[in-house]
């Protein structure tokens, strides 16, 4: 039984006038599923939560809290700007009352901790209602001060500030399962942090040479493994992604497994390095599988094989025969995220004209679907979208040329355990559920 | 965009000719696309992996940057701090309309209190996905 997409709710501003700070950079799911964050380019965090009232509602998430995370600052030892630009959000599991999550920018990685607040004491002998410090000399009777019912109030503060560990600029971080370190990697190098400790990390991994004229590669993602705390893996520019057990040596230069798809020699291109650039690495729920986002495909790789991947599917391969206008315009450089839903049976990933697509594991089947606000109907099922390549157009179908690649859906987030999606178009989020009968 | 520039393209070939070519660079469309892109810009290098190619993705970070075009330098610096802030002062008078009396003007009659200098941010704004109805 395919499942029937439906429209649930759009949040963001209707413009077309995009401000740059309003450009969202990443979405993520909590552990549970109940909070949803979005950081944008402003350096800005937007938590929403589910509303869990009522059972058909459960596809509605409203704002829960809203912080700048991250401003924006000078080097002044390079006179280079380090963006705010929130890069990537991960949640840690909810160990107590509060919620924490990690954001970060190019440069600095933050702990925030988002707790409620939804009862005040009152009934201080010493002040006033209002904070203001009575006399001493007019207290003539001692009262107990209780904690009174307030409106419910979300405060999220900064625990710590992991900074000045990255010469370069930091794509990814990743909480370990062990619950109590993670690793931040830029484009060369990766450390491991401590939760606890600001002062200093470990560096894991060192790809720079020695002579920056040798750089072949760069760092473009990495990801520790679901259950394996001394497991992670990273993908390169050039396709490539290496696991490493860092019980092995303090410096996991050397890979334990190198995953690498063979590639014949004759079909090379000036653009083949390009589009085989990684854009995103996750492994699966389960751990046995991981998932990688190239320009123009989706590889689904098993951990035990590393000399191809188990299943391959194209996102929009109609494209490649535009790579030159792609090239020439930057989109080619643009990167993709992909995801997998709670159960690792489908994996969705997003692409150009604000369509975004997922692959059934187990049907085969493949489905094209547009975050647009023409169906903004709740539970309006969403009608499937099909780009004619070439050749004639059928009705209904969109040309390859009428492709709008300014609405570019780089972001995409599946609820852990529901059918309950958030896309995100470059200043609005969607959010889709499947249909309730 | 830049699909109108592929149709004006004087390398776009038609039926047969397009099928001449084809045989030519292989059946691969990415080799056609090469051909279009080295038509346009001879003096690309071979190889887009080179140094140059990753060092500007270094300096600039994950935002476009790749090309290795000669000449073309997309790479946002700063003589100083100085400069920095001038070319944000710049951006923000273009972008903010005036927002009411001049919060610039403390000195002449009084010493002025943190409440009274201007914000190092004064266009700080709540997001916009946090505002507004819940549709």
Same mark, same amino acid.
């Given at each position: ?437 | ?48 992996? =080179?140094? *140059?190619?990753?060092? %500007?993705?270094?300096?600039? +970070?994950?935002? /476009?940057?790749?090309? $290795?075009?000669? =000449?073309? *330098?997309?790479?946002? %610096?700063?003589?100083?701090? +100085?400069?920095? /802030?001038?070319?944000? $002062? ?46």
């Amino acid at each position: 039984n395919d499942i029937q997409w439906c429209f649930s709710q759009v949040k963001g501003a209707v413009d077309d006038d995009v401000a740059e700070a309003d450009i969202i950079s990443t979405v993520e799911f909590n552990h549970s599923g109940e909070l949803l964050a979005t950081g944008d380019k402003g350096g800005r965090v937007v938590i929403f939560q589910q509303n869990k009232i009522q059972s058909h509602s459960r596809g509605e998430y409203n704002v829960y809290s809203t912080f700048q995370s991250h401003e924006p600052e000078f080097d002044y030892l390079k006179s280079l700007e380090i963006e705010e630009k929130i890069n990537k959000i991960r949640w840690l599991p909810q160990k107590n009352a509060a919620q924490f999550l990690l954001s970060t920018n190019d440069k600095t990685i933050k702990l925030w901790k988002i707790s409620e607040r939804d009862k005040r004491p009152e009934g201080y002998n010493l002040k006033e209602e209002d904070g203001r410090y009575r006399d001493p000399t007019t207290v003539t009777t001692l009262r107990v001060p209780v904690f009174r019912p307030m409106d419910l109030m979300v405060e999220a503060s900064p625990r710590r500030i992991f900074a000045n560990a990255h010469t370069y600029h930091i794509n990814s971080i990743s909480i370990n399962s062990d619950y109590e370190t993670y690793l931040s990697a830029d484009d060369l190098r990766i450390n491991l942090w401590h939760l606890e400790i600001t002062d200093r990390s470990f560096n894991i991994v060192d790809i720079k040479p020695a002579n920056m004229e040798e750089l072949t590669e760069v760092i473009t993602a990495a990801e520790f493994h679901p259950n394996s705390c001394n497991t992670f893996v990273y993908s390169s520019s050039k396709g490539t992604i290496r696991l490493c057990d860092m019980r092995a040596s303090a410096l996991c230069d050397r890979h334990s497994k190198l995953f690498e798809e063979p590639e014949d020699p004759s079909n090379r291109s000036f653009f083949s390095e390009i589009i085989s650039s990684i854009s995103d690495v996750k492994f699966s729920h389960s751990g046995r599988y991981m998932m990688t986002r190239d320009y123009l495909s989706v590889k689904i790789w098993d951990l035990n094989m590393e000399n191809r991947p188990v299943e391959t599917y194209q996102v929009h391969e109609y494209l490649r025969s535009k790579l030159c206008s792609l090239y020439e315009n930057d989109c080619i450089f643009d990167k993709f995220e992909c995801c997998w839903n709670g159960s690792d049976s489908v994996v969705m990933t997003g692409s150009y004209n604000n369509f975004f697509r997922m692959f059934d594991r187990n049907t085969k089947r493949d489905i094209t679907l547009e975050a647009s606000r023409e169906n903004n109907k709740p539970r309006t099922v969403l009608k499937p979208r099909k780009v004619c390549a070439s050749g004639k157009r059928k009705k209904d179908e969109i040309s390859v040329d009428s492709l709008d690649f300014n609405k570019k859906i780089l972001h995409t987030a599946w609820h852990p355990k529901e059918n309950i999606i958030a896309v995100a178009t470059t200043n609005n989020l969607y959010i889709f559920q499947d249909k309730v009968n | 965009m830049s699909q109108k520039q592929e149709e004006e393209n004087p390398a776009e070939e038609t039926g047969e000719e397009k099928q001449d070519t084809q045989e030519k660079e292989g059946i691969l469309p990415e080799r056609a696309e090469e051909a279009k892109l080295k038509a346009k810009y001879p003096s690309l290098g071979q190889k887009p992996g =080179g140094s *140059d190619f990753l060092m %500007k993705r270094l300096q600039k +970070g994950a935002v /476009n940057c790749l090309r $290795a075009f000669p =000449g073309v *330098d997309e790479i946002q %610096k700063y003589f100083d701090s +100085g400069d920095y /802030n001038m070319a944000k $002062a710049k951006m923000k008078n273009k972008q903010l309309p005036s927002a009411g009396p001049d919060k610039n003007l403390v000195t002449g009659d009084h010493i002025p209190t943190p409440q009274d200098l201007p914000q190092r941010k004064s266009s700080l704004v709540t997001s916009k996905l946090a505002g507004g109805q819940v549709e």
